[in-house]
Structure formats: C-alpha cells, structure tokens
C-alpha cells in the first residue's frame, strides 16, 4: 500500500515539472491557388504540391528545432508561395527542405536559427510583399507593406540550395553559413524591389526603393548595417550579391562584410561578388573575398565593390587569383565611365593591412584592379596583379582619386618570366615628389581630405619601372564631392589640373618600361629622368601629353637644368605649346606635336637652338602641329632638325616663321621624311636631305623648297616654293602623282635615276630636269632611255622654258622621238659633259617646239623631221660656264650636225647652226637659216671648219651667269669655271 502511494505521489512530481511539448511547426495554412495538401505527424510536417505553382496563407510559419517541414513540389523548377499574414515572425529552427523553390513572405521578419538546416533548390526569404498575380505571371516584384515596421532577414543556420538563395528585406543579415555552389546567393536591402531569373539558377534583385527609417531584427533589436555578413558565403562557379540602398539613415554601413564571401571557379567556371551599396552610405569589406581558381586551367573571377563611399579595412582580402591568370576587381568604380549605370564613388579607403590582388600563380597573365573614386582615394595596403611563375605579363592596376590620392606603396606588377604590367595613376593634380610612399595616419577609414594636391613618391614610380611596368599617370578633371556624416567640401578650390615633377626618376633597371604622362593643364619637369647605371641596355619610353582634355589650356615645360635622358626609348611630347629650357636626349625615336597653333620654343642647355639637340644618337623625330618660335640660329646659317642618325622624320602641320638672318630649315634623317596630316609652312628656305625617301601626303610651301635625298621623293599633294624648287635624287626616281602640282615662283630643277610625271610641274620660268648620274641616257616623246619624259608628262609642264641635260654630269646621249612639246614657249635639249667633247642628240619619228635650242658636245643627229613654230638653234661645242656677259671663242674640237636625207628642219622662225662639221642631206626650211655664221647652207653640204662664236646669255641658255650655280647649288659649292 505504502508502495503504490509511493509510486503516485512520483508519478504526479514528475507530470508536474516534466516540460510540455507545444508544437511550433507553421499553422492556419490554407491554398488559395494550385493544388496539393497539408499533412503534419508529429513534429513533421509534408505539403505535397500538385501544380507547378502554389500560395499558401498561413497564419505563422515557424519550425521548431525538433521538427522539419518538406515540400515535395513536381520538380526543381516549382515554385510555392508561403505568404505569413499573422503578426509573429517566422523562425526556423529545424529543417526546411524542398526539391523545388520555396518562396517565404513575413512581413513581420524571418530568422533562421543557429540549429537550422535548409535544403532546397531555390529560397527566397524576404520580409517584402507581392501579390498573387505578379508572382502567377512571374512578374516577381517585391514591396513593404505600409502598414507594417520595417523588419529583417537574419541567418544564422545552415543553408543548402542547388541554384539560388535570396534574402531581401530593409535589413538583411548572414551569420551561419549559406552555399549554392553554381548557382547564386543574393543578399538586398530596400523598400521595394524587382527579383529577376538572369540564368541557369542565376538570379538578380534590383532594389526600386530605398529604405528609410530604423530596421530590427525579430528580438526587436536594431540593426546598424542594411546588409551584413559575418558569417561564410559560397556559390562557387557561381554569383554572390549584396545590394543595398539607403535613404542616408543607416547607422553604420549600408553593406558590411566581416566574413568569408567565397565564388571560386569550378571547371573554369568563374565565380562573381558583387557589393553594391547604392548613392548613400559605406560599403566595408573587413573579411575575404576569394574569387580564385585554384585549378588547372582556370582564371580568376570577377570582385566589384561600389557605392558612395568604399573601403577595404584591418586584415581585409579580396583574392581574385588564378592558376591560369589573374580576374577582375573594381573599387570604387571607373573613372570617366560612359556607362551611367556604373556607379563611381565619392572616396575609397584600402587600409595598410589590407590584401588586394589578381595574380596568376601558375602560367598566365595577372589581372586587373581598379581602386578609384571621383572624390579621394586612399591605398596603403598591398596591391598585386603579378605574372605567373611559369610565363605570362603582369596585369594593369589603376589607383585614381579626382580631388586627392594618397598611396602607400606602389602595386606588384611583376613577371618573373614576362613582360611588366600596367600602372595607372590618376588624380586631378599630382606632384611627383622625392621619397615613397606615404605613411597612413588614420586609426581607420578615412573619406576626408583638405589636400589639393596630390603627392606621389617618384621612389615608387621608379620601383615600377624597374620591374618593366608601364606608368601611366593621369591628370584627370575634378568633380567636387562631400564627405560623409560631416559634408565638408573637400575641396575649396580648384586645382591646377597640372603634372609637376620635382623628384629625379631613375629608370635603372627599367627592362624596356614606360612612362606617359597626362596632365588636362600643364606638365612641368623640374627635375631629372634618367638611367643611373648607363650601359646596361635600360631604356625609356616616355609620353608627356598636356591638355589632354584638349580645352586649350596646357603645356609641356622642361625647366632648365632639368636632363630628360631616355636612353634607347621614345621620347614623345604633346602640348598646346612645349617649352624646352633644359635638354632632352634619347638615341631611338623623338616626337614633338604641339596643337592647334601651338608652338615650340628652344633654349637652354640644348643650346644653340638647334632641334636637332632634343636628339642624341639614331633617333627619330616627329614634328606636328608645331609653330618654331624663339629658334635662332647664328646669321645666314641653317636651324637644323633631327640629325643623320634619326629614323624617320615625321612633319605634320609644322609652321617655321623665322628672320630673315635664318637661311635654311633643315631636316636630317638616316629614315625617311615624310609630310603628314596636316599642311606645313616655311617662310625660308625648307632643304630635306634624309638617307631614306621624302614622302608628301600633304601640303608643303616655303620660300624656297629642296627635296634631296639617297631615296625617292613621292609627291602625293601640293608643292609649292615662291622662289625655287630643288630635287637632286642620286639613286632614287621623282614621283609627281596624279592630281598634284609642285608650283615655283622661278625654277623647277629635277635631278633623278628617272622621273613620273602624273602630276604637273608649274614653273614661271624654267624646268630643268637631268639625269642625276654619269652615262645614263635621256628618252624624249616615245624615245627610250635611262631617263625618259613622254608627252603625257610633257603636257602636265608649264614653264617659259624647258631645259633637258645639263653640263654638270655626263648625259651620253638624248633621243628625241615624236616629241610634242608646242604649248612649252622654250625647248633647250644639251648632251655634253663638263670635259671633252662627247654627248649625242639623235631626232628621229616626227616632233614638235615652240622655239627650240640644241647643245651637243660631240653630234646632233636629225634622222627625223622637226618643227618649230618660232627659232631653231643648234651648237655642237664644249659648254662654257662664264662669269661675265658675253665673249668670243674659236671652237677646236671635234662636232657634227647632221641632218639625213628625207629629214626636215622646219621653222617658224631662223635655224641658227654652229658645227665643226656640217652633213646636210635634208631639209632646213627657216628664215634665215644660218651655218657657222654664214647664210650659204644649201643643201647638200658637208663642210669641216672651225668657227668663232660669239656665245651670250642670250643666244644660249646653258650659259650659267654670277660666281655660283644655280642647280644644285646645296650641294657643289663655288662651282666655277673661269674662261
């Protein structure tokens, strides 16, 4: 009896303390759409879907620990509403599982606890509305119900999908753990939003309205980050999202990542993170971001951080790297974006722990990494895009910051087997200062600044170089932002938008790098580039561009005593106008184009104020849009441009207005010349004499013009010289082509290996044209020759006068065949040579002259007939060049004219004939018609007798007048002959 009581009184202690089972599993479910059932046993609760669409109201939606809720749907393409439209929040705390999507609406909030197990296709998790319709019709368009507070999604289970996660709310936390390994994991914060399916499981939320006012979690404490991860993300081969957009009243930050966001690549698949925090608020990274792929074969993926302001924080790492080469990270943004989707932030701010990089770990090319802001930018912390260890170049990185910049060190952009990537520095205006790299004296981010100028420590520029990198520093235009929380203006006033050196920049070990600079106003060198270790093969290439925003304002200044050595590189120069006080050197090639009326003034250490000293050894040189001012050179001598160890020699819209004490304007080149683009002017002389060919794409004009050189000329545009033009080619042909003129006020004189005429020579009064050497023949009309001028181009000459031979080298022989030269007022035709009497004109078929003169030194032979509509006058004698006006002679060598039978000599006007031995079988139809000084030339005669002449300026148009002559006067200097 005892016993029994006994074993009731425990009995009733036990029922009363024993805790009470209450069942958490969701309730009050009712479809309003679709077909399926609800069956709970236990703590299990199944909801079986019949149709490929599902809405579910219920009026809590909860799962215990102890319990599990699974959807089994058609198939993982299903989806099933669960709208909760009672007013407690939903809390998962056990399992939630589904072979399809699961959509879950709280208005009230939705936590997943720390013992929780999602496993589904696809989740949606948002405390945003939509209605039955838009979500039927796939039109997934989320928005907060005005009559609720703003509440939140919180993880901090385990979640498992197949394709897709999302969780969207005003305020959106992760602090477990959720994977979607090829598919994709979205975290947005906003009032309202559009849910978008981009892909294979890939999905997009785009938020339409921002939030506005205080967010709590379902404990009803607030939030202070619109969306935050502290725990582990991972959607490899696939897409992590965070988005975010503020009305300007979050707390903290609108998106913050203090833990792992991980979308490494699978099967060369790569990853995506995507933090986009929207116009308002700080988007902070204080955790991992890894983008890497580790395998054979893969590449990186793609990291981009944007917002109003962004920073990289303590041991923060964004790790874009690669087996195969490096991705892609963007920070902040890009400057000067046309796309204005891409949002470019006011500041960025990568703090001196922080790890940044895009390498390739095996054999690959490294990446590329922006770090940018329209405001200030702030890097300390360590940047790498390096080549792999096996092969392949260094990647690109642009840290740029409009209003200021600061940098701590300069990134790693190496390649152990490979050529050095590229840096890209950007602020408004920079000063290239002696030292490295800047100190952070921040205890964090830091968005302000009251510095207008930028400084940059040449020591890291010239750290870059000697890994091969390519420099790129960009002054780029201002835009004036605020800070956050203070709205302090950064800048009070606007910066020079200048490039200034004050540092030297020693290239040493540059293995072939480069370095341009940009500057939207003015580039000033005030201090030195150069190689310290001369010798050892280092070169250069250096671009200044001022005004490269082309407003019109900037220029190009080399502050005297300032050397700019590049050794073996190019030397380039853009500018409004360029301003050479010290010297600049390179022995490869060297370009100086100022802009539009710009010009160029030299003086300095260069010195003399010769161009050519911006050369030094076998370099080229391009000259275009230039105006020469403040050039001089001593009286009556030549300013000299480029040398004769240039390569090319590239001239394009050059103006060359000089004082009349300036002679010449001469271009010397071991490569070509060639004429550019746009017209260029001299107001001297322009003499050209390149080792290579001339080459005229455009128009050409000076006082006088002399094309000369050991290669061709081509001219393919207009040539005009107000006094005299001069081409003497020695082993090249003069080329005029169709539709050109080469114009002269007095003379056109033509020495070449063989002339085309397609174009026209326009002479007010003689063209002369010779071959330019010894024993080679002239071909006039159909006639052959080494040189020939046919009548298609002796219709495109007009002149007074047209000369053919010359006494200054030998011309062996002319021949004259059909030749139609009527429209041309005179026709002097000469084959002697400066010694001995020898040269031969042969006349054969039918030909045509105004008036027409003939100067042989051993025979003229007319096996033809000619005519002549004024004076025919025909020497057989040695030329005399003669110092004064006229004089007499006796002729004592040996020349023939002979005139065959059927052959006639008709004129308009007198034949004059003066011959040792005259041979008359044809014709001479003139009046009068004289031999040797005679009028008894009846036909037929031969006759030998030496005759005295009396031989003039006027009577014979080879006699060369004054104490120099005139052809090829650059050439053979006091070329007299005394008689």
């Known amino acids: 009896m005892k016993t029994?009581?006994?074993?009731?009184?425990?009995?009733?202690?036990?029922?009363?303390?024993?805790?009470?089972?209450?069942?958490?599993?969701?309730?009050?479910?009712?479809?309003?759409?679709?077909?399926?059932?609800?069956?709970?046993?236990?703590?299990?609760?199944?909801?079986?879907?019949?149709t490929q669409q599902i809405i579910t109201n219920w009026q809590s939606f909860s799962i215990g620990a102890a319990e599990s809720v699974t959807f089994q749907q058609p198939n993982s393409s299903s989806t099933a509403l669960n709208r909760v439209i009672g007013t407690d929040p939903s809390k998962i705390m056990g399992r939630l599982s589904a072979n399809g999507q699961v959509f879950l609406s709280n208005p009230s909030g939705v936590l997943f606890g720390a013992g929780a197990i999602v496993d589904v296709h696809g989740l949606i998790a948002t405390t945003l509305s939509i209605s039955d319709q838009d979500f039927l019709d796939g039109n997934y368009r989320f928005f907060q119900d005005p009559t609720r507070s703003l509440a939140s999604v919180i993880n901090e289970g385990r979640i498992t999908a197949e394709g897709f996660v999302g969780l969207f709310g005003p305020g959106v936390e992760n602090r477990g753990m959720i994977m979607a390994n090829l598919g994709s994991v979205v975290m947005a914060s906003g009032e309202a939003g559009t849910l978008d399916f981009v892909g294979d499981d890939l999905i997009r939320f785009a938020v339409t309205q921002a939030v506005s006012g205080d967010?709590?979690?379902?404990?009803?404490?607030?939030?202070?980050?619109?969306?935050?991860?502290?725990?582990?993300?991972?959607?490899?081969?696939?897409?992590v999202a965070m988005s975010a957009w503020d009305a300007g009243q979050v707390i903290n930050n609108v998106i913050n990542n203090e833990g792992l966001v991980q979308a490494r690549s699978v099967e060369k698949i790569n990853g995506e993170?995507?933090?986009?925090?929207?116009?308002?608020?700080?988007?902070?990274?204080?955790?991992?971001?890894?983008?890497?792929?580790?395998?054979?074969?893969?590449?990186?993926?793609?990291?981009?951080?944007?917002?109003?302001?962004?920073?990289?924080?303590?041991?923060?790492?964004?790790?874009?790297?690669?087996?195969?080469?490096?991705?892609?990270?963007?920070?902040?943004?890009?400057?000067?974006?046309?796309?204005?989707?891409?949002?470019?932030?006011?500041?960025?701010?990568?703090?001196?722990?922080?790890?940044?990089?895009?390498?390739?770990?095996?054999?690959?090319?490294?990446?590329?990494?922006?770090?940018?802001?329209?405001?200030?930018?702030r890097v300390y912390g360590l940047i790498s895009a390096r080549g792999g260890q096996q092969g392949g170049d260094g990647?690109?990185?642009?840290?740029a910051g409009l209003q200021f910049m600061e940098l701590g060190q300069g990134p790693d952009l190496s390649a152990p087997n490979g050529n050095g990537g590229t840096w890209l520095i950007g602020p408004a205006n920079i000063d290239l200062v002696e030292g490295g790299g800047a100190t952070n004296n921040s205890s964090g981010p830091n968005f302000q600044s009251t510095r207008q100028?930028?400084?940059?420590?040449?020591?890291?520029?010239?750290?870059?170089?000697?890994?091969?990198?390519?420099?790129?520093?960009?002054?780029?235009?201002?835009?004036?932002?605020?800070?956050?929380?203070?709205?302090?203006?950064?800048?009070?006033?606007?910066?020079?938008?200048?490039?200034?050196?004050?540092?030297?920049?020693?290239?040493?070990?540059?293995?072939?790098?480069?370095?341009?600079?940009?500057?939207?106003?003015?580039?000033?060198?005030?201090?030195?580039?150069?190689?310290?270790?001369t010798g050892d093969g280092d070169l250069l290439n250096l671009t200044m561009t001022a005004d490269s925003d082309t407003n019109g304002v900037g220029n190009v200044n080399i502050a005297s005593g300032a050397i700019v050595n590049v050794g073996g590189g190019d030397l380039g120069i853009v500018a409004d106008d360029v301003d050479i006080q010290g010297q600049l050197h390179s022995t490869n090639r060297v370009y100086v184009t100022p802009r539009d009326n710009g010009t160029i003034?030299?003086?300095?250490?260069?010195?003399?104020?010769?161009?050519?000293?911006?050369?030094?050894?076998?370099?080229?040189?391009?000259?275009?849009?230039?105006?020469?001012?403040?050039?001089?050179?001593?009286?009556?001598?030549?300013?000299?441009?480029?040398?004769?160890?240039?390569?090319?020699?590239?001239?394009?819209?050059?103006?060359a207005p000089h004082t009349s004490n300036q002679a010449i304007t001469d271009f010397r080149s071991a490569g070509d010349l060639r004429?550019?683009?746009?017209?260029?002017?001299?107001?001297?002389?322009?003499?050209?004499?390149?080792?290579?060919?001339?080459?005229?794409?455009?128009?050409?004009s000076g006082n006088n013009v002399n094309f000369s050189s050991l290669g061709n000329v081509v001219v393919n545009a207009n040539v005009s010289a107000v006094n005299d033009f001069y081409s003497f080619l020695p082993s090249g042909f003069f080329d005029v082509?169709?539709?050109?003129?080469?114009?002269?006020?007095?003379?056109?004189?033509?020495?070449?290996?063989?002339?085309?005429?397609?174009?026209?020579?326009?002479?007010?009064?003689?063209?002369?044209?010779?071959?330019?050497?010894?024993?080679?023949?002239?071909?006039?009309?159909?006639?052959?020759?080494?040189?020939?001028?046919?009548?298609?181009?002796?219709?495109?000459?007009?002149?007074?006068?047209?000369?053919?031979?010359?006494?200054?080298?030998?011309?062996?022989?002319?021949?004259?065949?059909?030749?139609?030269?009527?429209?041309?007022?005179?026709?002097?035709?000469?084959?002697?040579?400066?010694?001995?009497?020898?040269g031969q004109i042969t006349f054969v078929g039918s030909s045509k002259f105004n008036n027409l003169t003939l100067n042989a030194g051993d025979k003229i032979l007319v096996d033809g007939n000619i005519s002549t509509l004024g004076d025919f006058l025909a020497s057989v004698e040695q030329p005399v060049l003669l110092g004064g006006q006229s004089f007499s002679f006796t002729l004592d060598g040996v020349g023939t004219f002979e005139v065959t039978a059927d052959s006639n000599i008709t004129s308009g006007g007198s034949i004059t004939i003066f011959a040792n031995e005259l041979i008359l079988d044809g014709n001479l139809d003139g009046s009068p018609v004289t031999c040797n000084g005679s009028t008894s030339c009846v036909v037929p005669l031969e006759v030998s007798t030496p005759a005295e002449v009396e031989v003039s300026p006027k009577n014979n148009p080879f006699v060369q007048q004054g104490t120099q002559s005139t052809f090829l006067n650059y050439f053979i200097e006091d070329s007299q002959t005394n008689c």
């Open 215 to 239: 967010v709590k979690d379902t404990e009803g404490s607030l939030l202070n980050d619109r969306v935050r991860n502290s725990g582990t993300i991972k959607a490899d081969g696939g897409m």
């Open 601 to 655: 003034g030299v003086d300095g250490d260069a010195g003399t104020g010769e161009v050519s000293n911006i050369c030094d050894g076998p370099c080229g040189l391009t000259l275009s849009g230039t105006e020469l001012q403040n050039v001089h050179a001593p009286s009556g001598q030549s300013m000299v441009i480029g040398n004769g160890f240039n390569d090319d020699v590239y001239v394009s819209g050059l103006q």
């Open 395 to 399: 990647g690109a990185v642009q840290t």
């Open 4 to 50: 029994k009581c006994l074993l009731i009184i425990m009995w009733t202690v036990w029922f009363a303390v024993a805790p009470v089972w209450v069942s958490a599993l969701p309730s009050g479910g009712n479809i309003t759409t679709g077909n399926g059932s609800i069956q709970t046993s236990g703590g299990n609760m199944t909801i079986q879907q019949n």
């Open 675 to 700: 004429f550019v683009n746009a017209p260029s002017v001299f107001s001297s002389t322009l003499q050209a004499l390149p080792f290579g060919g001339i080459y005229v794409n455009t128009a050409v």
């Open 273 to 377: 993170v995507f933090l986009h925090g929207g116009p308002s608020g700080i988007v902070m990274n204080t955790g991992t971001i890894d983008v890497t792929g580790n395998d054979d074969g893969e590449t990186g993926g793609t990291a981009i951080m944007l917002g109003e302001f962004v920073g990289l924080d303590q041991t923060a790492v964004v790790d874009a790297s690669g087996k195969a080469g490096g991705g892609g990270i963007l920070v902040g943004g890009i400057i000067q974006n046309e796309n204005p989707d891409l949002q470019i932030a006011k500041g960025t701010y990568i703090g001196d722990e922080v790890t940044v990089k895009a390498d390739a770990t095996d054999d690959g090319d490294g990446g590329g990494i922006i770090i940018s802001s329209e405001g200030q930018a």
């Open 453 to 533: 100028t930028s400084k940059l420590g040449v020591d890291l520029i010239a750290g870059a170089l000697s890994d091969g990198v390519d420099v790129i520093v960009l002054s780029h235009k201002e835009k004036t932002v605020q800070a956050p929380a203070s709205g302090d203006v950064i800048s009070e006033n606007p910066p020079s938008e200048a490039l200034n050196i004050d540092g030297d920049i020693d290239f040493d070990g540059a293995n072939n790098g480069s370095l341009l600079l940009y500057a939207n106003n003015d580039i000033n060198v005030n201090a030195d580039i150069f190689d310290s270790a």
């Open 737 to 838: 082509k169709d539709g050109n003129t080469i114009t002269a006020g007095n003379d056109i004189l033509l020495s070449a290996n063989d002339i085309n005429l397609s174009g026209d020579l326009v002479a007010g009064e003689t063209v002369h044209i010779n071959n330019s050497k010894q024993s080679k023949t002239i071909g006039l009309g159909n006639a052959a020759g080494d040189l020939t001028v046919d009548n298609d181009e002796l219709a495109n000459i007009s002149a007074n006068e047209l000369r053919i031979g010359d006494s200054t080298l030998d011309t062996p022989e002319v021949t004259v065949d059909g030749a139609d030269a009527e429209h041309i007022a005179n026709v002097a035709i000469q084959s002697v040579a400066p010694e001995g009497f020898k």
